[in-house]
Structure formats: C-alpha cells, structure tokens
C-alpha cells in the first residue's frame, strides 16, 4: 500500500508509521467484516 507523502519534517516518523499501521489495521478489519457479510448473503 502505497501513501501520501507529507513536506519534509510535518510528522515524526513515528506518527507515519502509527498511521500506516492503523490505516492497514482498518482495511483488514473492512475486508474481514466484507467478507463475513457476503458469505452470510449466500447461506
């Protein structure tokens, strides 16, 4: 996954990298809850 980059120096690396992980964190969830949804719809 690829973000956006900020002007040099706007964020500490670790706030970068505390959002990367929860914006991955938020996709899994979303593909997850995805997931279960459409296998509830073919039962």
């Known amino acids: 996954m690829t973000y956006l980059e900020a002007p040099d120096e706007a ?6 990298a505390d959002y990367a992980e929860s914006v991955t964190d938020l ?3 979303a593909e ?3 997931g279960t949804f459409q ?3 073919t039962e």
């Open 39 to 41: 296998d509830s719809l």
């Open 11 to 16: 964020y500490e690396p670790t706030q970068i």
């Open 27 to 29: 996709c899994d969830t």
């Open 32 to 34: 997850s809850a995805t």
